[in-house]
């Protein structure tokens, strides 16, 4: 038999471009977003991100030119450790999901985190706030997008306590995510010299507070410290303000507060909290055009910072697949703390080698009904924390990644 | 003076607002027991029905600038109407099957219902403000007691008794009561059985329709709301006693109390109390405190 050089040529062509193509797995890339669609924290993440997501696939696709083929699947996991890792399990394994993004409720996303580490996929975080997913229960396989307890403690916990707040009482969410909120908030009041007086651990998704505020009440704490979210945070709010805590001259600090959450309250009870997020909308002109557009698709609703953060994220990641030709997700790990970041919300950033993404804090006061122009427009900024220092610094977070 | 370890004064507090929360768990427990003593109906869609009830509170003041009082009136009337649509149209063909498909049947409009709230409104909740009148608190030297706190709990208390001397001790209560023994002899008498029926439905369905409104002010209005009290006031029911009218007023507010405690003994357990009170009861008392067994 004899081959034409052709022939030959042709088959290697061919050969190459299978080899070329075998990197992407099943050509094309499968994101999984994976979050509470219906409950507490529905508004903050739920249909939203998904909206976010399919936003980010379209401009970069449109942007960069790639050929990238992108399909994106969504599921509910109810907040629920056993049911979220299900769902991932399911994906990685009969789905030929390649990364999940998302994923609020830190007990949730700690078992993602295990999960993904297991498969040797990736997973992108911008939901779940504990600090752990980039300190004791860091992995390779996981990137921590958007805020943690840290970040959070020293950004709210540290501007209270140095406007007079230095006597505190917790009202803590009782899991993973209030624990460690708590925790590190604890340590920054401790650490600029203020105290805490008592503490109470609530169940998630509790309707009434009024029996741990009244504790607080009587505790005497200049500082109510609200270590939960969503639901439980406007609701122990509106309720504080109903048995007049704030009128008596306790104060209230939202540890973790998104936008949705002031939005649903309305200004009257929320105004003059001090909040710490890492995205607004109204923050500069490529914020507010890339907002509207999203309103336009989300039902009028403006993003939430996570919504953001699945934005970001997945762009990142598309950049690092086009530049490694490769969705592996041990690979594309590596490729992502190996590029420096840059997308429209978050700006410049890096992603370090615990699976931290570094970006500027934002800590915000929320308006007076008089200072706020409408609908959103809800936050005063005080101050920028730079990426250096809105984070945990590298070596104190106990990361084994970071050890060896 | 310590009681539990804990100052007596943070425990009538406490207590108060156990009472509070158990006026809740009563309006709905009756609803339920009314509608179970009297059609044999596990009315799984009570929570929706309740979330309704808030709901219509809100979109009555968003649309056409109706007040609280209005909306007190007005939403048991039209989520009354709607639960008498639900009877006419579809509780109405199981009466003859066994309790498992009117659960059912309710279960999965309550889904229905709720998604549909939450397609619209999303998961966060609005916010409703508290009327002009009940603005601010009392200080009763113990504690900080919001007005209008103190206007659920008596509001709550008179409607609870209110329904129960209607069944119990007037003559339509008695026609009542008779129809669900004996359908054919009292429609022999002449009166109108089928309407009595779904009339006592609309009723409990209004019942927890003016839950909703009630706890419009102090929650937020929200879609779930509904979904995360019902499974409680299931229990309170059961405790109680299954369609015991007395059992559900009564265990409302004793549960309530015990679970404003719990809030203050142990704080983790405060979601659980309840249903390890149920538990209990049904090991010792399988019909429930009230009930009889039949």
């Known amino acids: 038999m004899k081959f034409s050089l052709k022939t030959l040529l042709a088959v290697m062509l061919t050969a190459a471009g299978l080899q070329a193509h075998a990197q992407i797995s099943n050509g094309n890339v499968k994101i999984g977003v994976l979050n509470d669609m219906s409950g507490l924290y529905a508004d903050i993440s739920g249909p939203g991100s998904v909206v976010a997501a399919k936003m980010a696939v379209e401009d970069y696709l449109k942007a960069s030119k790639s050929k990238l083929k992108v399909e994106i699947v969504s599921a509910d996991h109810q907040n629920k450790p056993d049911i979220g890792s299900n769902i991932a399990r399911q994906w990685y394994d009969t789905d030929k999901v390649d990364m999940i993004i998302d994923v609020p409720t830190s007990s949730v996303a700690l078992a993602i985190s295990?999960?993904?580490?297991?498969?040797?996929?990736?997973?992108?975080?911008?939901?779940?706030?504990?600090?752990?997913?980039?300190?004791?229960?860091?992995?390779?396989?996981?990137?921590?997008?958007?805020?943690?307890?840290?970040?959070?403690?020293?950004?709210?916990?540290?501007?209270?306590?140095?406007?007079?707040?230095?006597?505190?009482?917790?009202?803590?969410?009782?899991?993973?995510?209030?624990?460690?909120?708590?925790?590190?908030?604890?340590?920054?009041?401790?650490?600029?010299?203020?105290?805490?007086?008592?503490?109470?651990?609530?169940?998630?998704?509790?309707?009434?507070?009024?029996?741990?505020?009244?504790?607080?009440?009587?505790?005497?704490?200049?500082?109510?410290?609200?270590?939960?979210?969503?639901?439980?945070?406007?609701?122990?709010?509106?309720?504080?303000?109903?048995?007049?805590?704030?009128?008596?001259?306790?104060?209230?600090?939202?540890?973790?507060?998104?936008?949705?959450?002031?939005?649903?309250?309305?200004?009257?009870?929320?105004?003059?909290?001090?909040?710490t997020e890492t995205f607004y909308w109204d923050l500069n002109d490529q914020t507010r055009a890339w907002s509207k557009r999203f309103a336009a698709l989300n039902n009028g609703k403006y993003p939430s910072m996570d919504q953001a953060g699945v934005y970001a994220g997945i762009i990142h990641y598309l950049k690092a697949i086009d530049a490694a030709n490769t969705d592996d997700?041990?690979?594309?790990?590596?490729?992502?703390?190996?590029?420096?970041?840059?997308?429209?919300?978050?700006?410049?950033?890096?992603?370090?080698?615990?699976?931290?993404?570094?970006h500027p804090a934002y800590l915000f006061e929320v308006k007076k009904p008089s200072e706020s122009k409408g609908p959103y427009d809800y936050y005063k900024l005080l101050a920028t924390i730079p990426a250096e220092q809105a984070f945990r610094p590298l070596n104190a977070g106990d990361c084994p990644l970071v050890k060896n | 003076m310590e009681i539990f370890g804990i100052p007596s004064q943070a425990l009538f507090g406490q207590l108060l607002i156990g009472l509070i929360?158990?006026?809740?768990?009563?309006?709905?427990?009756?609803?339920?027991?009314?509608?179970?003593?009297?059609?044999?109906?596990?009315?799984?869609?009570?929570?929706?029905?309740?979330?309704?009830?808030?709901?219509?509170?809100?979109?009555?003041?968003?649309?056409?600038?109706?007040?609280?009082?209005?909306?007190?009136?007005?939403?048991?009337?039209?989520?009354?109407?709607?639960?008498?649509?639900?009877?006419?149209?579809?509780?109405?063909?199981?009466?003859?099957?066994?309790?498992?498909?009117?659960?059912?049947?309710?279960?999965?409009?309550?889904?229905?219902?709720?998604?549909?709230?939450?397609?619209?409104?999303?998961?966060?909740g609005m916010p409703y403000a508290v009327p002009e009148v009940f603005m601010g608190a009392v200080d009763l030297g113990f504690m900080f007691l919001p007005k209008y706190r103190a206007w659920v709990i008596l509001a709550s208390m008179l409607i609870c008794f209110a329904t129960w001397f209607v069944i119990e001790r007037t003559k339509l209560g008695s026609y009542l009561r008779a129809a669900t023994e004996n359908p054919s002899l009292v429609q022999a008498f002449g009166i109108n059985v089928p309407r009595m029926i779904t009339l006592t439905y609309a009723f409990g369905v209004g019942l927890a329709a003016i839950?909703?409104?009630?706890?419009?002010?102090?929650?937020?209005?929200?879609?779930?709301?509904?979904?995360?009290?019902?499974?409680?006031?299931?229990?309170?029911?059961?405790?109680?006693?299954?369609?015991?009218?007395?059992?559900?007023?009564?265990?409302g507010f004793g549960l309530g109390l015990i679970e404003g405690l719990t809030k203050v003994v142990y704080p983790e357990a405060s979601n659980t109390v309840i249903f390890v009170i149920m538990v209990m009861v049904l090991l010792i008392k399988p019909a429930g405190l009230f009930g009889t067994e039949k």
């Open chain 1, 114 to 275: 295990q999960v993904s580490r297991e498969k040797g996929k990736l997973h992108i975080n911008t939901g779940a706030a504990t600090a752990d997913l980039t300190g004791k229960a860091c992995s390779p396989n996981t990137i921590h997008w958007l805020y943690d307890t840290w970040m959070l403690a020293n950004g709210t916990g540290k501007a209270v306590v140095q406007h007079g707040g230095a006597s505190w009482f917790f009202l803590t969410a009782d899991y993973a995510f209030g624990q460690a909120l708590e925790r590190d908030t604890e340590a920054v009041i401790l650490k600029n010299g203020g105290k805490v007086l008592g503490k109470v651990r609530h169940p998630l998704a509790t309707q009434d507070f009024s029996s741990f505020l009244l504790q607080a009440q009587a505790s005497k704490a200049k500082v109510i410290g609200l270590a939960n979210a969503g639901g439980d945070t406007t609701n122990s709010i509106k309720q504080a303000y109903e048995f007049g805590i704030v009128k008596g001259g306790q104060t209230l600090a939202g540890l973790l507060v998104f936008l949705t959450d002031i939005h649903s309250l309305g200004l009257e009870k929320a105004q003059g909290l001090y909040l």
């Open chain 2, 211 to 251: 839950a909703g409104v009630m706890a419009a002010p102090i929650y937020q209005v929200s879609p779930m709301m509904g979904a995360d009290i019902i499974i409680v006031v299931f229990a309170v029911v059961v405790i109680g006693g299954m369609g015991s009218i007395m059992g559900a007023i009564l265990s």
């Open chain 1, 329 to 358: 997700g041990n690979k594309i790990s590596q490729k992502m703390k190996d590029m420096p970041t840059d997308d429209v919300l978050f700006g410049k950033g890096s992603v370090r080698k615990d699976g931290r993404k570094l």
């Open chain 2, 21 to 124: 929360n158990g006026s809740f768990y009563a309006l709905l427990s009756l609803g339920l027991a009314v509608i179970f003593g009297l059609l044999n109906i596990i009315n799984f869609s009570h929570g929706a029905q309740y979330m309704m009830g808030a709901f219509a509170a809100y979109l009555s003041l968003q649309w056409f600038g109706l007040n609280y009082w209005a909306a007190l009136v007005l939403a048991p009337v039209v989520v009354g109407a709607i639960g008498a649509l639900i009877e006419r149209t579809m509780l109405v063909r199981l009466y003859k099957l066994d309790h498992l498909y009117g659960l059912l049947l309710t279960f999965g409009l309550a889904l229905i219902i709720q998604g549909l709230f939450r397609n619209a409104y999303g998961a966060s």
